[in-house]
Structure formats: structure tokens, C-alpha cells
T-cell receptor
Framework: QKEVEQDPGPLSVPEGAIVSLNCTYS??????FMWYRQYSRKGPELLMY????GNKEDGRFTAQVDKSSKYISLFIRDSQPSDSATYLCAMKRAGGGGKLIFGQGTELSVKP | DTEVTQTPKHLVMGMTNKKSLKCEQH?????MYWYKQKAKKPPELMFVYSYEKLSINESVPSRFSPECPNSSLLNLHLHALQPEDSALYLC?????????????FGPGTRLTVT
């Protein structure tokens, strides 16, 4: 079993839809949770960074962490074609030397 | 500014060549990373430098040789690579271990080994 599980998709939604992306994990030592967006042939771009449990909002993006369920989510409101990309969840434990554990990535397509 | 730059953008090399990938950041970060990413896969950590010292080597073959000349620069020296080493090589940087050690990635070098 992988430490971090993420549905690879692909996920296709119409423009304006609310998108929900999710990851589950097995290591209870993870304390830092991130979402990266990666456009084709580009480097990953840090979207959201959360420490421990709770919600964080930034514009159309909301990140949720539920440590009791070992489950994290990224919501995208009013999705746009420019949101079409691969979304990677990543997490790390305190004292982990900076090593990120990534999910497989979910490929999202937002259709006009 | 959260920019990490990488050169070259693309590199094609033969199995007997020696080449180097370069990475630079001016955010004052003291940790720098090399990742390898194959198509439709997540990045895989290769090396971590912390305060210019190698702190993590994820059992990477010796044909990959990292170097951190100073706190802003990171190199990856390549020698006698195999076709299966073709991938996107990503550099990242962060403040050293702590609550704010967000990792910022560069655009990557797309390497093709022929």
C-alpha cells in the first residue's frame, strides 16, 4: 500500500463547476500538507500549504485537512479552462528532512 | 519572488557524454533538492542539500553526481546515462526544516538520453 493515495483521474468537468480533489494517507506522522498544480511540461507550482488539521482558503481554492480520517481535499470553485492541469497532493512529517511524499496526481480538464 | 531557474530547458545526450544541469535561486533558501519525474508520475526525490551539505541521497546511481557550490547554486553532473534516465529533472528550494519550509520548484530540464 502506498503512503499517499490519489485518484489519477482523468477528471473532466464543465467550466464553472466545483471541483473536488482528494488524497488519503496512511502515515499519521504527516503534519504538513500541500497541493501543487503542474501544467504540461512545466514544474509543479505550490498552490496551498497547510499545517495540521483545518481549512485554508485562497481565492477560488480551499484546502481541507482531516487528520483523524487521514484525508485531505482541494476544492476549486468556479473552475476555469486555465485550471486544466495535473494536481499533486504532497505531505511530509516534522523532522523529515524536507522529503515530500507525493500522491500520483489527478489530471483535471475543465471544458469551456 | 519565488523563482527557481534551471538551465538548460532541454538536453539531448548520448550514453557516453558528460553534461551538467544547473539550478539557481535567490530567495535565501538554505535547502535545495533534485527530483526526477517520468511522464504521468509524481516527482521522485533524488538528493537534498542543506546548508550546502548533502543530507539525503535516495540511493541514486553514481552516474548522477550532485554538487552545491554555494547557497544559491545546485548542479547535477551526468555521466554514462542510460535511455531509462530520460525524464524531467526538477530542482526545488526551501528554507531549512521548519514550519515554513515550503518547496518551490523550477521549470525543469527535459533530458533525453539516446
Amino acid at each position: 500500500q502506498k503512503e499517499v493515495e490519489q485518484d489519477p483521474g482523468p477528471l473532466s468537468v464543465p467550466e464553472g463547476a466545483i471541483v473536488s480533489l482528494n488524497c488519503t494517507y496512511s502515515n499519521s506522522a504527516f503534519q504538513y500538507f500541500m497541493w501543487y498544480r503542474q501544467y504540461s511540461r512545466k514544474g509543479p507550482e505550490l498552490l496551498m500549504y497547510t499545517y495540521s488539521s483545518g481549512n485554508k482558503e485562497d481565492g477560488r481554492f480551499t484546502a481541507q485537512v482531516d487528520k483523524s480520517s487521514k484525508y485531505i481535499s482541494l476544492f476549486i470553485r468556479d473552475s476555469q479552462p486555465s485550471d486544466s492541469a495535473t494536481y499533486l497532493c504532497a505531505m511530509k512529517r516534522a523532522g523529515g528532512g524536507g522529503k515530500l511524499i507525493f500522491g500520483q496526481g489527478t489530471e483535471l480538464s475543465v471544458k469551456p | 519572488d519565488t523563482e527557481v531557474t534551471q538551465t538548460p530547458k532541454h538536453l539531448v545526450m548520448g550514453m557516453t557524454n558528460k553534461k551538467s544541469l544547473k539550478c539557481e535561486q535567490h530567495m535565501g533558501h538554505r535547502a535545495m533538492y533534485w527530483y526526477k519525474q517520468k511522464a504521468k508520475k509524481p516527482p521522485e526525490l533524488m538528493f537534498v542539500y542543506s546548508y550546502e551539505k548533502l543530507s539525503i541521497n535516495e540511493s541514486v546511481p553514481s552516474r548522477f553526481s550532485p554538487e552545491c557550490p554555494n547557497s544559491s547554486l545546485l548542479n547535477l553532473h551526468l555521466h554514462a546515462l542510460q535511455p531509462e534516465d530520460s525524464a524531467l529533472y526538477l530542482c526545488a528550494s526551501s528554507q531549512v526544516e521548519g514550519r515554513s519550509d515550503k518547496q518551490y520548484f523550477g521549470p525543469g530540464t527535459r533530458l533525453t538520453v539516446t
